[in-house]
């Protein structure tokens, strides 16, 4: 059984740090991409950023591009998001994704997580 | 980047009534290569992560109901459900995965009328 759990969200204070985790089971890790994809309350989904299986292939949405950093490791099924100068339009629910196709860059996201609420406010 | 729009915002079905949903991209997400648009849809509950139900458009997720059908290609996109039942009510996505960033639609909010 798939299963992807982030965690590390929270209260933190603007222009903060806040390091996101996502571990996965139930498949091969190293042989799918990844994203994350956010929303905000009352807000639909926004895109954030994706990693390619190797890892070497990474994309940001302009709003995060510069604070925030993707990187996976695959020797222990695990996905991060560094994010810096956290501002309060960062607050969101963040979703770990799971890309649909076998090494595909481009895919759509098939297995998703509960998601970890992440809060900037003073 | 790729703006998606959907239409209505909202919609109101009773059960069994056939519900449509409208997906547009400002560019098309056909890819000459494959032939393949890259859309899929997602149905997102409250307190609940978003759900894949169609990818390339038209290719139903599997476990999705049948009831369920994506169709379109290019630049316009529809999700139809066929015959609306209790458990549909939520709120319906469209995203490109042409390019990158790979944009969602505002959401569609259909409920039981």
Request: charged share 15%.
């Amino acid at each position: 059984e798939v299963q992807i759990v982030e965690s590390g969200g929270g209260l933190v204070q603007p222009g903060g740090s806040l390091r996101l985790s996502c571990s996965a089971s139930g498949f091969t890790f190293r042989d799918y991409t990844f994203h994350w994809v956010r929303q905000a309350p009352g807000k639909g989904l926004e895109y954030v950023s994706t990693i390619g299986y190797k890892g070497g292939t990474t994309y940001y949405a302009d709003t995060v591009k510069g604070r925030f950093t993707i990187s996976r490791d695959n020797s222990k099924s695990t996905l991060s998001l560094q994010m810096n100068s956290l501002g309060a339009e960062d607050t969101a629910v963040y979703y770990c994704v799971k890309a649909r196709s076998f090494g595909e860059l481009y895919a759509p996201g098939d297995y998703w997580g509960q998601g970890t609420r992440v809060t900037v406010s003073s | 980047d790729i703006v998606m729009t959907q239409s209505p915002d909202s919609l109101g079905a009773s059960l069994g009534e056939r519900a449509t949903i409208s997906c547009k991209s400002s560019q098309s997400v056909l890819s000459t290569s494959n032939n393949k648009s890259y859309l899929a849809w997602y149905q997102h509950k409250p307190g609940q992560p978003p759900k894949l139900l169609v990818y390339w458009a038209s290719t139903r997720e599997s476990g999705v109901p049948a009831r369920f059908s994506g169709s379109g290609s290019g630049t316009d996109f529809t999700l139809t459900i066929r015959s609306l039942q209790a458990e549909d009510v939520a709120v319906y996505f469209c995203q490109q995965y042409y390019s990158t960033p790979f944009t969602f639609g505002p959401g569609t909010k259909v409920d039981i009328k």
